[in-house]
């Protein structure tokens, strides 16, 4: 079961949840997909860390081939070649790594070279195995890392719990692909309803099972309650606000393994996202 965890912006707690439901799964993979800013080694502290680095393809120029036709130019939408005084010069950092100049340069002048953009981090917490992309600063999109971090889930993982990058842009596409089941984080405020409406049309538009966990919650009336009502979507639970486990948060543990009453809290989570994961599976049957 592959269990994505959104939310609309950061800040929410969606790693919070992400970590602690990696925990109490008991042997689980946590994925950290939020390549830009991954922290959930913070938490995890994973043994024995082993580093791969992710590669793209780019152009190589062979300058003896290429006559300045501009074919590679004009075939490149996002502007990563340019032809200057018939000398072509590729433009790494926008490169979208699509490999079409190379499949329509008349000369064969041109080849492919490996840009490393990042790296994935692998280790292991007690019982759950820890994965975290790392995407190098200034380039363009960190898909490519969160396709490579997928690439490890393997078909006997029982439980795989997907932190995936805030808001809904494509990378968060990319990590909600083939999940089974996306929960949605968000906090008791109207900015916070604002942005958790972006992540649910998103879920909705991948007609992916969903469910709300709100985060740090007052005993009153919060706007995603409502939401979550008149919307009939499925409330997972709530997250008390707690000065208690917003300085575990702050001190890198996890709290389900500090506290039994947090423990308790995931637990509850966990069991219920897989009841409705079992209740789909026998009405697919």
């Known amino acids: 079961?592959?269990?994505?965890?959104?939310s609309g912006?950061?800040?929410?707690?969606?790693?919070?949840v992400s970590v602690n439901l990696a925990a109490v799964a008991g042997h689980a993979v946590y994925l950290d997909c939020d390549v830009e800013e991954?922290?959930?080694?913070?938490f995890f502290k994973p043994q024995e860390p082993v580093t791969e680095e992710v590669t793209v393809k780019i152009p190589l120029v062979d300058e003896d081939l290429c006559n300045g036709c501009r074919t590679c130019v004009d075939f490149c939408k996002f502007n990563a070649l340019a032809s200057i005084v018939n000398k072509l010069i590729v433009f790494d950092e926008i490169c979208h790594s699509c490999g079409g100049c190379i499949m329509l340069c008349p000369h064969k002048a041109l080849t492919e070279k490996d840009k490393v953009i990042g790296k994935i981090n692998a280790g292991v917490s007690e019982q759950v195995k820890v994965f975290s992309g790392f995407l190098n600063t200034g380039e363009a999109s960190g898909t490519p890392i969160i396709k490579d971090l997928l690439s490890h889930i393997k078909e006997d993982d029982d439980t795989v719990v997907i932190d995936c990058p805030p808001g809904s842009a494509c990378i968060v596409m990319e990590s909600i692909?083939?999940?089974?089941?996306c929960v949605l984080v968000a906090e008791p405020t109207l900015f916070g309803l604002h942005n958790l409406?972006?992540?649910?049309?998103?879920?909705?538009?991948?007609?992916?099972p969903h469910g709300i966990i709100i985060n740090k919650c007052f005993e009153e009336n919060n706007p995603i309650e409502k939401f979550a009502q008149h919307s009939q979507i499925p409330l997972l639970g709530q997250i008390p606000f707690s000065r208690e486990l917003g300085q575990m948060t702050s001190n890198g543990k996890v709290a389900a393994r500090e506290d039994s009453h947090y423990q308790k809290i995931f637990e509850q989570f966990l069991r219920q996202i897989k009841e409705v994961m079992d209740h789909e599976t026998i009405a697919g049957a």
């Open 197 to 208: 409406q972006m992540v649910y049309e998103l879920v909705r538009l991948f007609h992916k």
């Open 1 to 6: 079961m592959k269990i994505a965890v959104l």
């Open 38 to 42: 991954p922290n959930g080694h913070l």
């Open 177 to 181: 692909r083939d999940a089974d089941y």
């Open 9 to 16: 912006k950061g800040g929410t707690g969606k790693t919070l």
